[in-house]
């Protein structure tokens, strides 16, 4: 099966910027639709971004403007660049892979294991 696994998570100061990386295991972006959640700790999990295979891309209202997605299928890897990040932004951030579903909630077939985002302000 596919692994999906994210880096690039860390601590930063609020207005800040990361970047964070989903790899795959094989090449999979001109196929399946990628998505971006995170979930806050006592909250559910919540979707912030999706690239379909056409490039069409998506964000939620609250990472609108700051957030960018993007894939690079050469390298078989997703990226989400964060800029003017907040402390609510503060969250495990997932990776989503499917071939059969590009929406804005949790059912895509694939997920990574999450890197931790902390924003302090």
């Known amino acids: 099966q596919v692994q999906l696994v994210e880096s690039g998570g860390g601590s930063v100061q609020a207005g800040g910027s990361l970047r964070l990386s989903c790899a795959a295991s094989e090449a999979i972006y001109s196929r399946y639709c990628m998505g971006w959640f995170r979930q806050a700790p006592g909250k559910p999990r919540e979707w912030v971004s999706r690239?379909?295979?056409?490039?069409?891309?998506s964000y939620a209202d609250s990472v609108q403007g700051r957030f960018t997605i993007s894939q690079d299928n050469a390298k078989n890897t997703l990226y989400l660049q964060m800029t003017s990040l907040k402390s609510e932004d503060t969250a495990v951030y997932y990776c989503?892979?499917?071939?059969?579903?590009?929406?804005?909630?949790?059912?895509?077939?694939?997920w990574g294991q999450g890197t931790q985002v902390t924003v302090s302000s």
């Open positions: 690239i379909a295979p056409g490039g069409s891309e």
């Open positions: 989503a892979a499917s071939d059969n579903y590009c929406g804005t909630g949790t059912g895509y077939k694939l």
